[in-house]
């Protein structure tokens, strides 16, 4: 069965001409041409299945075939907010794996300990409609710029809020909240599926390789964010984002 391949075109079905970077693949690479068949999406939840009708080395013109509106496969909006590793490679990485995974909202933060104060965000979005179209994707996640750690905290955000850290309990709750924690019998920070609710949507803040600070997670707390625990392994901060995504999906997936 000869492979269907897929295209970005943020503007179908208004305009009927593949992005210029999109036409160049399709024609010079693909070596696709008239009555070629192909599928594209807008990002938005729109597939669309298409016949190339005219196609030179600039441009790539094709007709509407069938369109088909996708549900997303998981309910509610789930937002990885992540501190950006000093290593890009490794940014690029969960961008591409999350977008494959499933997720809606990509938020690079700048904390107190970051070693990386830049991200090229035209990179991370290249990358993003990469995945979206190879895992046959109908949505692109929403990419956000470098972001300060308090001004992210201070947003409102209509649904749950999670902080990841290594941080034991007894390190950041204040007295109040300790004697809070002793009545209702809890210890330690919960399991993120333990307490996400998929009616809602969802929010995971993930620290940089040195961590957030105590104090970071201690604001974090004022504005409504809940601790969390990823696990009972130490991970690397990609690591860390990457299975942040992978249980949000998992607890909110539509059966």
């Known amino acids: 069965m000869k492979e269907i391949r897929y295209f970005y075109a943020p503007d179908a079905p208004d305009s009927l001409l593949l992005p210029p970077d999109e036409a160049a693949h399709c024609v010079r690479v693909l070596r696709l041409a008239e009555g070629d068949t192909i599928c594209l999406t807008d990002g938005k939840g729109l597939f669309l299945e298409g016949e190339i009708v005219a196609a030179t080395p600039k441009k790539c013109m094709f007709r509407v075939v069938r369109e088909e509106m996708k549900e997303r496969e998981w309910s509610g909006h789930l937002h990885i907010a992540v501190a950006p590793t000093k290593n890009s490679d490794r940014m690029e990485w969960l961008a591409e794996k999350a977008t494959e995974i ?57 649904g749950q809020k999670f902080i990841a850290h290594c941080y034991d309990e007894a390190d950041v709750l204040g007295k109040e909240q300790k004697e809070e924690r002793e009545k209702e019998m809890t210890v330690g920070k919960p399991f993120l599926p333990d307490v996400l609710d998929p009616q809602q949507d969802a929010l995971v803040m993930v620290g940089p390789e040195g961590d957030f600070s105590i104090e970071e997670v201690q604001a974090a707390h004022r504005h409504g964010f809940r601790s969390v625990s990823l696990g009972r392994c130490r991970l690397r901060t990609e690591t860390a984002a990457l299975v942040a995504v992978h249980l949000m999906n998992l607890k909110h997936a539509l059966e």
């Open 102 to 158: 499933g997720f809606d909202e990509l938020t690079f933060l700048d904390c107190k300990n970051s070693e990386r104060k830049v991200v090229k965000t035209e990179r991370i979005d290249k990358i993003l409609v990469s995945a979206m179209k190879q895992s046959h994707k109908a949505y692109k996640p929403q990419l956000n710029g470098m972001t300060d750690f308090m001004r992210f905290i201070s947003q409102e955000w209509p």
